[in-house]
């Protein structure tokens, strides 16, 4: 099972501040562990997206919609 929950920055650091030096440790060696730090989203060409659902026979008019959405969306505009 996997549960996700949105918390704010400020929450996060509220919640830090009221720890101990050697919690906040376990936590930053946890995050290197990770490899959380630095991580970048590798986005894909939109064109091999398409590809790759047109391969799955998606309607094309379910691939133009796909290709205008993620042209638009936040990922492909940063």
């Known amino acids: 099972m996997q549960l996700a929950?949105?918390?704010s920055l400020s929450n996060i650091l509220?919640?830090?501040s009221q720890m101990l030096l050697?919690?906040?440790?376990?936590?930053?060696?946890?995050i290197v562990e990770k490899e959380l730090c630095f991580k970048t989203f590798k986005?894909?060409?939109i064109k091999?997206?398409?590809?790759?659902f047109q391969k799955e026979d998606?309607?094309?008019?379910?691939?133009?919609?796909?290709?205008?959405?993620?042209k638009k969306s936040?990922?492909?505009?940063k």
């Open 5 to 7: 929950i949105d918390i």
């Open 43 to 45: 986005k894909d060409k």
């Open 22 to 30: 050697n919690e906040i440790k376990e936590v930053k060696n946890k």
């Open 74 to 77: 936040s990922v492909y505009n």
């Open 14 to 16: 509220t919640l830090i």
């Open 48 to 52: 091999d997206v398409i590809s790759d």
């Open 58 to 70: 998606y309607s094309d008019d379910f691939l133009k919609e796909l290709e205008n959405g993620l």
